[in-house]
């Protein structure tokens, strides 16, 4: 089913927000919606909004590869964003990061055996005085964690692989 | 002394409607509607002393007042995208404080005839977005936002809209581009926002702190507000303090207060006591400031600041002690400004990359010590010569930090 046909009330409420000279400006809390279904913005989702906006999908694909936010494959249900930026550094995110590895057995950038986690080094998230941080994105969007350890962060994932499948 | 911004700390439960009404909320911007003309509402603005809270301290009122009058609709953005290492100010004050910046939204709209403002979020505030459509839609049903309010025929309503992740979105011009729907890269400038802003329209762009500081203005005077802080930098600061100290947080404080006053009264102290060596007191674009006790009591205002060779700008406060040394600092913020640059233009695409490569051999320590002379040259080459104002600041700590802290370069070559 089409975007527009699937989620026809939100897409309604979200050009709205813009003039209808400029529907344009949708681009991007469409590509949020269209991440909504598998966590990443497939070709067809593509395709679905270059027709609501009048652009070619080529310039869409411009827009996802441009903001880190929005993906164009498939990663875990979850990827842990954690944040290794000098201020959360000075606070030791990085030993924070060596140590989820460990715990998790993947490398920065793979994805737990199951699908459930992957683990990510992002840029500054505006946490620097609640380091060591992440944020969980997920089809449901974005959550904070802050002021986190190691065994808090594993007893999360914890409950995130046993709600896995469960989770919507 | 009662608090102007994080005034959430001192009045439980702000972010209620009710309670906000309570405590003066809304009057401001009624007073405005109902008795003002907006040229007024610039006035008292233009009066008080405010200047931008986002970095480049511009004054507010004249920023407001170079509208194009002839060119309508005109726009209000708010700039949400708090991106910079080291900042993290804005975050709290719309979820503890929201109505207070929305009001100011609002009252910077009718000031520049805006019928329409945004609120630009990083992608990463979701939540937070989620939270301000709330308090819009409270705003609308209590009246004081949505059509003829107040029983004037002015106007307004507020949106947000959630960016996704670019650092470079925080530049006025980049982030105008990303609520039109395009990759956030910055416009040559001029023209300014103020003639050519969002869809080509007048516009004006102003930081989530410097909107919060509004209504308290309106309502008790630009007098008041210049009464705080020093004569060059008028009015309270929100100081967001990071890095090796105890006690890491926001502080609202009068311009003028000392840097020892922030970091050892406020902030605690240095973890496990040891000595402050420098300070970064604008985020991961600051200049860095090699610390002596002349440092440490230097009063934290525009024009005392930049005595010793960095700026304010956002007042994001990042403490470097003596375990920790310059040349991994600078490898750290070129990273970010690497991974950040947009790409439009040639000497930050093409800088930072260069600057990346020679940091990271440096670390390694497998080169020759030209490298650092390199890497300072490549820094100096860069400077004056970026589209926008992330390419100059990629280069702010690297040339600081090489020329102030030369001994933490010469240990990573013999490495």
Same mark, same amino acid.
């Given at each position: 089913?089409?975007?527009?046909?699937?989620? &026809?009330?939100?897409?309604?409420?979200?050009?709205?927000?813009?003039?209808?000279?400029?529907?344009?400006?949708?681009?991007?809390?469409?590509?949020?919606?269209?991440?909504?279904?598998?966590?990443?913005?497939?070709? &067809?989702?593509?395709?679905?909004?270059?027709?609501?906006?009048?652009?070619?999908?080529?310039?869409?694909?411009?827009?996802?590869?441009?903001?880190?936010?929005?993906?164009?494959?498939?990663?875990?249900?979850?990827?842990?964003?954690?944040?290794?930026?000098?201020?959360?550094?000075?606070?030791?995110?990085?030993?924070?990061?060596? &140590?989820?590895?460990?715990?998790?057995?993947?490398?920065?950038?793979?994805?737990?055996?199951?699908?459930?986690?992957?683990?990510?080094?992002?840029?500054?998230?505006?946490?620097?005085?609640?380091?060591?941080?992440?944020?969980?994105?997920?089809?449901?969007?974005?959550?904070?964690?802050?002021?986190?350890?190691?065994?808090?962060?594993?007893?999360?994932?914890?409950?995130?692989?046993?709600?896995?499948?469960?989770?919507? | 002394?009662?608090?102007?911004?994080?005034?959430?700390?001192?009045?439980?439960?702000?972010?209620?409607?009710?309670?906000?009404?309570?405590?003066?909320?809304?009057?401001?911007?009624?007073?405005?509607?109902?008795?003002?003309?907006?040229?007024?509402?610039?006035?008292?603005?233009?009066?008080?002393?405010?200047?931008?809270?986002?970095?480049?301290?511009?004054?507010?009122?004249?920023?407001?007042?170079?509208?194009?009058?002839?060119?309508?609709?005109?726009?209000?953005?708010?700039?949400?995208?708090?991106?910079?290492?080291?900042?993290?100010?804005?975050?709290?004050?719309?979820?503890?404080?929201?109505?207070?910046?929305?009001?100011?939204?609002?009252?910077?709209?009718?000031?520049?005839?805006?019928?329409?403002?945004?609120?630009?979020?990083?992608?990463?505030?979701? /939540?937070?977005?989620?939270?301000?459509?709330?308090?819009?839609?409270?705003?609308?049903?209590?009246?004081?936002?949505?059509?003829?309010?107040?029983?004037?025929?002015?106007?307004?309503?507020?949106?947000?809209?959630?960016?996704?992740?670019?650092?470079?979105?925080?530049?006025?011009?980049? !982030?105008?581009?990303?609520?039109?729907?395009?990759?956030?890269?910055?416009?040559?400038?001029?023209?300014?926002?103020?003639?050519?802003?969002?869809?080509?329209?007048?516009?004006?762009?102003?930081?989530?702190?410097?909107?919060?500081?509004?209504?308290?203005?309106?309502?008790?005077?630009?007098?008041?507000?210049?009464?705080?802080?020093?004569?060059?930098?008028?009015?309270?600061?929100?100081?967001?303090?990071?890095?090796?100290?105890?006690?890491?947080?926001?502080?609202?404080?009068?311009?003028?207060?000392?840097?020892?006053?922030?970091?050892?009264?406020?902030?605690?102290?240095?973890?496990?006591?040891?000595?402050?060596?420098?300070? !970064?007191?604008?985020?991961?674009?600051?200049? !860095?400031?090699?610390?002596?006790?002349?440092?440490?009591?230097?009063?934290?205002?525009?024009?005392?600041?930049?005595?010793?060779?960095?700026?304010?700008?956002?007042?994001?406060?990042?403490?470097?002690?003596?375990?920790?040394?310059?040349?991994?600092?600078?490898?750290?913020?070129?990273?970010?400004?690497?991974?950040?640059?947009?790409?439009?233009?040639?000497?930050?695409?093409?800088?930072?990359?260069? !600057?990346?490569?020679?940091?990271?051999?440096?670390?390694?320590?497998?080169?020759?010590?030209?490298?650092?002379?390199?890497?300072?040259?490549?820094?100096? /080459?860069? /400077?004056?010569?970026?589209?926008?104002?992330?390419?100059?600041?990629?280069?702010?700590?690297?040339?600081?930090?090489?020329?102030?802290?030369? /001994?933490?370069?010469?240990?990573?070559?013999?490495?």
């Amino acid at each position: 089913m089409s975007l527009a046909k699937k989620y &026809s009330r939100e897409v309604k409420q979200i050009l709205s927000k813009y003039p209808a000279e400029h529907k344009r400006s949708a681009v991007m809390p469409l590509l949020y919606l269209a991440q909504r279904e598998e966590g990443y913005v497939n070709k &067809s989702a593509m395709q679905d909004i270059g027709k609501l906006l009048d652009m070619t999908e080529t310039e869409i694909a411009s827009i996802v590869g441009f903001y880190t936010l929005y993906h164009d494959e498939k990663a875990g249900k979850y990827r842990m964003q954690v944040c290794t930026d000098l201020p959360c550094a000075l606070r030791g995110a990085e030993n924070f990061m060596d &140590s989820l590895c460990a715990n998790l057995g993947i490398k920065v950038g793979e994805t737990t055996p199951d699908g459930i986690v992957t683990l990510e080094a992002v840029t500054c998230l505006a946490a620097c005085d609640k380091a060591p941080m992440f944020q969980i994105q997920s089809s449901n969007g974005l959550e904070y964690h802050e002021n986190m350890t190691v065994d808090r962060t594993m007893e999360l994932v914890e409950a995130l692989k046993k709600s896995g499948a469960g989770v919507e | 002394m009662a608090s102007v911004i994080l005034r959430h700390r001192e009045i439980p439960d702000l972010n209620k409607l009710n309670v906000y009404k309570k405590n003066g909320g809304f009057d401001a911007f009624k007073k405005a509607v109902t008795k003002m003309q907006p040229s007024e509402v610039t006035d008292v603005v233009k009066n008080s002393g405010l200047r931008g809270r986002g970095g480049a301290g511009f004054p507010t009122g004249m920023k407001w007042s170079f509208i194009d009058n002839k060119i309508w609709p005109h726009y209000v953005v708010a700039n949400a995208d708090e991106s910079e290492p080291g900042t993290f100010k804005d975050r709290e004050i719309m979820e503890s404080n929201p109505f207070q910046f929305l009001e100011g939204v609002a009252l910077a709209s009718f000031a520049v005839g805006a019928k329409a403002a945004y609120v630009y979020l990083r992608g990463e505030f979701w /939540q937070v977005a989620k939270f301000l459509d709330e308090k819009i839609a409270e705003m609308e049903e209590a009246g004081y936002l949505g059509d003829k309010l107040f029983g004037t025929e002015y106007s307004l309503k507020i949106y947000t809209h959630l960016g996704a992740g670019a650092y470079i979105c925080g530049e006025e011009t980049a !982030m105008l581009e990303s609520i039109e729907g395009k990759r956030g890269q910055p416009r040559i400038r001029p023209p300014f926002p103020a003639v050519y802003g969002l869809y080509g329209k007048p516009t004006v762009v102003n930081n989530v702190e410097t909107l919060t500081n509004l209504p308290l203005i309106l309502a008790n005077g630009a007098d008041w507000y210049k009464s705080l802080g020093t004569p060059d930098s008028a009015g309270v600061k929100v100081f967001s303090l990071s890095g090796r100290v105890r006690k890491p947080g926001n502080y609202e404080l009068p311009f003028g207060t000392t840097f020892r006053q922030l970091i050892y009264e406020h902030g605690g102290g240095i973890l496990d006591g040891r000595p402050v060596k420098a300070i !970064m007191p604008a985020g991961a674009s600051s200049s !860095m400031i090699a610390v002596d006790d002349k440092v440490l009591d230097t009063p934290m205002d525009y024009a005392s600041v930049r005595t010793l060779g960095a700026d304010l700008g956002s007042a994001s406060v990042i403490v470097i002690d003596d375990t920790v040394s310059i040349d991994w600092v600078i490898s750290k913020t070129i990273h970010f400004f690497k991974h950040e640059s947009c790409g439009k233009c040639t000497p930050c695409r093409e800088g930072t990359y260069w !600057m990346m490569h020679l940091i990271d051999d440096i670390r390694d320590g497998n080169h020759s010590p030209s490298n650092v002379d390199l890497l300072l040259n490549v820094a100096r /080459q860069m /400077q004056g010569k970026c589209l926008c104002p992330l390419g100059e600041f990629s280069t702010m700590a690297v040339a600081t930090g090489i020329e102030r802290f030369p /001994q933490d370069f010469k240990k990573a070559e013999t490495q």
